[in-house]
């Protein structure tokens, strides 16, 4: 596959609420271009995946 396809790919399992395929998939677009958008796109994933609040979690 190309680097597109497996942004694109990533781009579906996000959609679908498969975030651990869509983060692999964007790796896989990454490593075969590293200017792919899905640097970003994985990037802004795991900045929402990390995403903390304490104020939701310690009432």
């Known amino acids: 596959m190309t680097a597109e396809q497996y942004y694109e790919q990533g781009n579906n399992y996000r959609r679908q609420g498969l975030w651990h395929e869509a983060i692999n998939s964007y ?3 990454a490593e075969l271009d590293p200017d792919s958008p899905a640097v970003e796109a994985k990037r802004m994933l795991d900045d929402i995946l990390n995403y903390y609040n ?6």
Do not use: G, L, T
Not at 54 to 59: G, S
């Open 27 to 29: 790796i896989n677009a």
């Open 54 to 59: 304490k104020d939701i979690y310690n009432p």
